[in-house]
Nanobody
Framework: QVQLVESGGGLVQAGGSLGLSCKTSARTFSAYDMGWFRQAPGKEREFVAAVSRRSGRTSYADSVKGRFTTSRDNAENTVYLLMNSLKPEDTAVYYC???????????????WGKGILVTVSS
């Protein structure tokens, strides 16, 4: 059974920084592109960032570009999301995701983490 385990969420003031981690098995990590989604209360789950397994190429939603950075550590089977200049509208449950195809439509994600709450206070 594939497990994606997120850690690092919490409460931060606007303008601050927070880092998330997502760890999985070596088998999963090497076979899938890894990414992040978020879901705010009353809103649909949306793509945030992703990093490919082969080239390490990253992609970002326009709303976080320039503020968030995702990376993967192949030795630790872990993907990271560093969030800077946080805004209250970044408040959401953040989900780690694994995609075999690199297609980041939520309906095509192969595996999801359970999610972790990030709250940005104004």
């Amino acid at each position: 059974q594939v497990q994606l385990v997120e850690s690092g969420g919490g409460l931060v003031q606007a303008g601050g920084s927070l880092g998330l981690s997502c760890k999985t098995s070596a088998r999963t990590f090497s076979a899938y592109d890894m990414g992040w989604f978020r879901q705010a209360p009353g809103k649909e789950r949306e793509f945030v960032a992703a990093v490919s397994r082969r080239s390490g190429r990253t992609s970002y939603a326009d709303s976080v570009k320039g503020r968030f950075t995702t990376s993967r550590d192949n030795a630790e089977n872990t993907v990271y999301l560093l969030m800077n200049s946080l805004k209250p509208e970044d408040t959401a449950v953040y989900y780690c995701a694994a995609s075999y195809t690199g297609n980041w439509s939520p309906l095509l994600i192969n595996y999801w983490g359970k999610g972790i709450l990030v709250t940005v206070s104004s």
